[in-house]
């Protein structure tokens, strides 16, 4: 008779354990795909905000990797988009990496003025962690930035994911929840993978630990699947990321 053998979850993207643009819900007022670059190894965090300003390029972190993403064909301002960051550090570094951004979003407020954070979920338990919270920045008097921002835990793997919406442009604070429930869940589908094959299994991909070596994943831009304007995709991917530093305060005087 048919009997059924349990496997491990099939990898979903370009990278395993990462976000991808089938990921993503649409943002009000705007019909456009999303597109992501091309996974590289994180000079920086892009992902971080003032509150926390995450870190995930200094030793024993593992090799990180980002890519953001961006709705090319919209008339949207070059600070749109969302960016994701990922590494790996051993099972009680990585809890207290968590913890870290925890504590200093909560003091944030209290030390950094014209500072609003709302915390929209949390989970913990042995085997992961999840954080996601709303946070207002006031730049002037008139401007003001907001973020939603998550952090996630499967193991030894972090992930960060932030979102910079546009005037009349966002994500509903339910649909981002949920995405970085998603970005949890791919984590999660890594180590069970991985833990199931063995990290050195072709089956596996390109996982965190291996990614830094692969050449292909350190070039240049990956346009959406399907995308015709390529030139635009890239201009505007490229326009983003150069924007990115400025247009995120990290430091406000009084």
């Not at 400025?246 to 009084?254: D, I, K, L, N, S």
Request: net charge negative.
């Amino acid at each position: 008779p048919p009997s059924m053998t349990r496997i491990p979850p099939l990898p979903a993207g370009p990278v395993p354990g990462m976000l991808s643009e089938v990921d993503l819900p649409q943002v009000t007022t705007v019909d456009d795909r999303w597109a992501g670059t091309e996974p590289k190894q994180a000079q920086s965090n892009p992902a971080a905000t003032q509150c926390d300003n995450a870190t995930f390029t200094k030793p024993p972190m593992g090799v990180a990797i980002t890519r953001t993403f961006l709705l090319p064909r919209a008339d949207l301002p070059t600070t749109f988009g969302l960016t994701e960051t990922v590494g790996s550090l051993p099972v009680p570094k990585a809890t207290a990496f968590v913890e870290d951004v925890r504590r200093r979003l909560a003091v944030c407020p209290d030390k950094t003025p014209g500072t609003e954070v709302t915390r929209l979920a949390q989970k913990s338990d042995a085997a992961g962690d999840l954080s996601v919270w709303r946070l207002k920045v006031a730049i002037t008097d008139k401007q003001e930035v907001i973020y939603l921002m998550g952090i996630t835990r499967a193991g030894t793997a972090i992930g960060q994911i932030s979102f910079i919406a546009a005037p009349g442009v966002s994500m509903s604070q339910d649909d981002f929840v949920a995405l970085v429930e998603a970005r949890a869940q791919h984590e999660r589908a890594l180590a069970i993978r991985e833990q199931a094959l063995g990290p050195d299994h072709p089956d596996v991909g390109l996982s965190l630990r291996g990614l830094g070596d692969e050449g292909p994943a350190q070039r240049g831009l990956r346009l959406a699947r399907e995308h015709r304007d390529q030139v635009g995709v890239m201009a505007a991917v490229g326009a983003l990321e150069d924007a990115h530093d400025h247009a995120v305060p990290r430091e406000r005087t009084v």
